[in-house]
């Protein structure tokens, strides 16, 4: 069910004359209402590039009211309630089959700044019935441990282990920060089938992440990726250089105002050297992207503009939450 607000469908300024009609970004929130302030921050950076494209909040009914009593309903084009049973990460993205309120959707997390027109990207995604950002193979972190117990999964072959019990070939890293998804029965069967595997975790290598610290929230991202693996679903590349869908901030590889209105990052062409990046001791990740520079290509870097910046990493929040109270304070 979904109730409509206000639809404002000027604009100018595109790239491409792409045909807008039917798409459409879909936001999410509940609990804390500083979440539902994430969205409406990140919405208004989405405005400054693309004022066409329809907006949904899908939420629960404490941020609807919320939202009423500070009469912001009208930012968004569709408010649509939030099933409570679905009030969590993998509750919503386990079912986003149930929340598909445009014929193409673009799911997105509230802890993002659009940095950039988005019309060609928008071209590019049109050719997937369903995908989620992400690379082709992960890694051993991927789901398991982020310490050095990861060496026991190694060691033991794990990861090699959860595919041939599941019949996978191969299984990729995706990063559910940004998911496309037009075709309703290739969805549902995604989610599905995540739903079932998360339900199999002890069957597998991957590790709750409610073991890690600070974190309160089961991840959908495994699961996910083993039902587009088995689905034989691609990936949208999540690593493109200037042409990336999404990358993360990091302050030390990060460029920008306060406002977010100008943003560049530090993008390292080869993918060991930019997972370096994750590392939170500023001077072992100077040590090592300067050791591995050494080796011809390694230290290739390139300044780019992605479209959307992430503000996922834990550590990093600090200048979205001070944009989005900003934001929030100004409307």
């Known amino acids: 069910m979904t109730t409509s607000a206000s639809d404002d469908s000027s604009g100018d300024g595109h790239l491409y004359n792409t045909d807008s ?5 879909v936001y999410t929130s509940y609990g804390d209402l500083k ?9 208004v950076s989405l405005r400054r590039y693309d004022r066409k494209r329809p907006v949904a909040l899908v939420c629960d009914q404490h941020h609807i009211d919320f939202l009423r009593a500070h009469d ?16 969590s990460i993998t509750g919503f993205k386990h079912n986003i089959h149930a929340y598909m309120p445009f014929e193409r959707n673009l799911y997105l997390d509230s802890d993002i700044i659009w940095c950039k027109d988005p019309d060609p990207l928008w071209v590019s995604l049109s050719v997937f019935p369903f995908t989620i950002t992400g690379i082709q193979v992960s890694d051993n972190f991927f789901g398991g441990p982020k310490h050095i117990g990861v060496l026991k999964d190694i060691l033991l072959g794990r990861r090699q282990r959860t595919l041939d019990r599941f019949g996978l070939t191969y299984l990729s890293r995706v990063q559910t920060g940004m998911i496309y998804a037009e075709d309703v029965e290739t969805t549902s069967k995604v989610c599905e089938l995540a ?17 890690e610290k600070g974190r309160s929230e089961e991840s959908c991202e495994w699961s996910m990726a083993m039902a587009m693996s088995k689905l034989s679903l691609p ?10 869908p999404q990358l993360d901030f990091i302050e030390s590889y990060t460029r920008y105002d306060p406002d977010f209105n100008e943003v560049i990052c530090t993008y390292y062409c080869d993918r060991l050297v930019y997972n370096l990046r994750g590392l939170q001791s500023g001077w072992l990740r100077r040590i090592l992207t300067r050791a591995l520079s050494l080796i011809p290509g390694k230290g290739d870097h390139l300044q780019a503009t ?4 992430h503000f996922g990493w ?5 200048p979205f939450q001070r944009f989005s109270e900003k934001t929030w304070q100004n409307l």
């Open 306 to 309: 992605p479209y959307c910046l």
């Open 72 to 87: 912001k309903l009208d930012l968004f084009d569709k408010i649509v309630p939030l099933d409570p049973g679905h009030a």
């Open 314 to 318: 834990y550590h990093q929040k600090a």
């Open 195 to 211: 739903a079932a595997y998360l339900a199999r975790i002890d069957e597998t290598h991957f590790q709750s992440r409610l073991q």
């Open 21 to 25: 009609s039917g798409a459409g970004y």
């Open 35 to 43: 979440y539902v302030k994430h969205a409406v921050a990140s919405l």
């Open 235 to 244: 990936v949208y590349p999540w690593l493109q250089g200037q042409a990336s």
